[in-house]
């Protein structure tokens, strides 16, 4: 029998605020454990909210680029349950009265578009943090992530497959770091997914029995994990046993997801609304000025990528995921390089050093306008090719320019037609077994002497000259 997979993601957004959603602790990373903390997000009696008002801007800005309606109307509500990093008991969040709904983003897979739905986004504080590790017979509770404000963006059921689950996640975290409002640092938590799976009969509409798979924190454990929990879920059905509906967690250490509790439905979380915060009615006029002032967004970029600069597709998305690397390229077109050969290179070489370097794009040591200049002179023949890759690298790592590098280190091309001739015929005169199976029809050849004639001129030989010297003399 074959199976159809159902997959709905939620994914948890720490955003960018300086400080928590309800008091004016700092949101740093990083610091000693509880040093960022208050009565008012430990929970300490007689104590009251106040609502950070960046948080419901940022929220906004989110759902206006997912194509949401923003609710006129919503509201925070208490969800009680207990958990020793959750200080007051409940955590507050928002349940009938979202502040987004009725969303949706596309994604693309083996180029075709795929509309994945966006049931809500709605506003949360993030509790504390757990630390079991190196504690001996203890465990202690950090609370400095308590009141973090969160967004929680919650997708339809729409997601068919784990590459799609990916693909989705990776354009979440595009669009909110194009909108400035997550840093999508998936290492440090502050974009994290729950993942709801379950699989059915193909042709059946019926959903079947989910489980929730949690502590998912890289594009490729989401690939992993719902691979795993797809195949335990069909080996269950074929054997003929019930699919429970549960939490699971994902062990990246072993590759399998573990059963962790049942799985709590909204009546047990006894939610209702929030006394201590008024209810929110955004203004229609500020709704506008936040749409005004969003950003180009990626499937924008990547349509004018394709249309406006002649971009292949792929070349397109690759260069569009990030809104800095997107930024780049246009500086290096904009410098006067021709945009496919600036693609070529930077998703080549460029991607190399960076990903060799543990350097993003936004510290890059090569400016735009170096790596323009050093095609100009790929162009006009001053340097070849394979030079240009010395050239490239010695930019990435000094800063100077390809000028400057090529007249210290004596990279010029060699353009004198008879300075290559003499290495052409010095390289013929030394392989005369190579010339008669060349002659002979072994043309594939014609590559061994290039790279003989390329070694004798330590890569300076014009290719173009090179060729046709070596097809008229051994031919």
Known sequence: MKYEVVIGLEVHAQMLTDTKIFCGCSTKFGSGPNTQTCPVCIGMPGVLPVFNKKALEFVIRTGLAMNCDISAYSRFARKNYFYPDLPKGYQISQYEHPICEHGHIEIVLDDKIRRIGITRIHMEEDAGKNIHEGAGNYSFVDLNRTGVPLMEIVSEPDIRSPEEAS???????????????????????????DANVSVRPEGQNEFGTR??????????????????????????????????????????????????????????????????????????????EIKSSLPELPDAKRARFVSGFGLPEYDADLLTSERSLAGWFEEAVGAGGQPKAVSNWINGELSRLLNDTNQTI????????????????????????????????????????????VKEKGLLQISDESAIEKAVDDIIANHPNEVERFRAGEEKLLGFFVGQVMKATKGKANPKILNELLKKKLT
């Open 167 to 193: 693909e989705y996640m990776k354009k979440i975290r595009a669009i909110l770091r194009y909108l400035g409002v997550c840093d999508g640092n998936m290492e440090e938590g502050s974009l994290r997914c």
């Open 211 to 288: 489980a929730e798979v949690k502590n998912i924190n890289s594009f490729r454990f989401v690939e992993k994990a719902l691979e795993y929990e797809i195949k335990r879920q069909i080996k269950r059905v074929e054997n003929g046993d019930t699919i429970i509906q549960e939490t699971r967690l994902w062990n990246s250490a072993k590759g399998v997801t573990e059963s962790m509790r049942s799985k709590e439905e909204a009546h047990d979380y006894r939610y209702f609304p929030e006394p201590d915060l008024a209810p929110i009615i955004p203004d229609r006029a500020w709704i506008d």
């Open 362 to 405: 936004d510290a890059c040591p090569l400016r735009p306008e170096h790596l323009a200049d050093m095609l100009k002179l790929i162009d006009n023949g001053t340097i070849s090719g394979k030079i240009a890759k010395t050239v490239f690298k010695e930019m990435y790592v000094s800063g100077k320019d390809a000028e400057t590098i």
